[in-house]
């Protein structure tokens, strides 16, 4: 029953989230604060190895340890540059994805599928109370990018 209510929760923050991006455009890269993130520019990409752990252990509906969503949390809270966050957790994403030979469209790890890793992934700055910038001004939530299919 826990694992249908962060899913349906899941899916709606991917709602609103997808409504957000189209409305205030974020799908544009080119420039702006989150242009700073840009390995070219210099900076290091974070590995978020903890995040890397919690997602995979909720995508198959394991208990993640408290150790392990601490480890998340603080990896994640100390990039200090709020505008790279979910950029980090994207590559972070592509590498688990790159790493296990995921193609569109498969299971991830036997029982999780790709889009609920996604959108577990994209959840992470609202799970540990991180903020993250959104178009709409908001400073917690969603990462933008759970509602486009090339994440």
Same mark, same amino acid.
């Given at each position: ?7 349906? +929760? ?13 409305? #205030? ?12 993130? /840009?390995?070219?520019? +210099? #900076? ?43 950029? /980090? ?18 299971? !991830? ?20 109370? !991180? ?5 709409? +001004? /908001?400073?917690? +939530? ?5 509602? #486009?299919? /090339? !994440?």
């Amino acid at each position: 029953m826990w694992m249908k209510t962060v899913f349906w +929760g899941l899916l709606l923050f991917m709602l609103v989230a997808t409504t957000m991006a189209v409305e #205030y455009g974020a799908r544009s890269h080119n420039s702006g604060p989150w242009s700073w993130c /840009d390995p070219a520019t +210099g #900076y290091k990409v974070s590995t978020l190895t903890g995040c890397r752990a919690m997602v995979k252990l909720q995508c198959v509906g394991s208990q993640v340890p408290e150790a392990v969503l601490r480890d998340c949390c603080q990896q994640l809270a100390n990039i200090n540059n709020e505008w790279c966050r979910c950029g /980090d957790l994207s590559s972070m994403l592509r590498s688990v994805y790159q790493e296990l030979g995921v193609r569109e469209g498969k299971e !991830v790890l036997p029982g999780c599928l790709k889009e609920v890793m996604k959108l577990t992934a994209a959840s992470v700055p609202e799970v540990c109370k !991180v903020p993250i910038p959104n178009p709409s +001004g /908001d400073r917690a +939530g969603v990462c933008y990018w759970a509602a #486009y299919p /090339d !994440v």
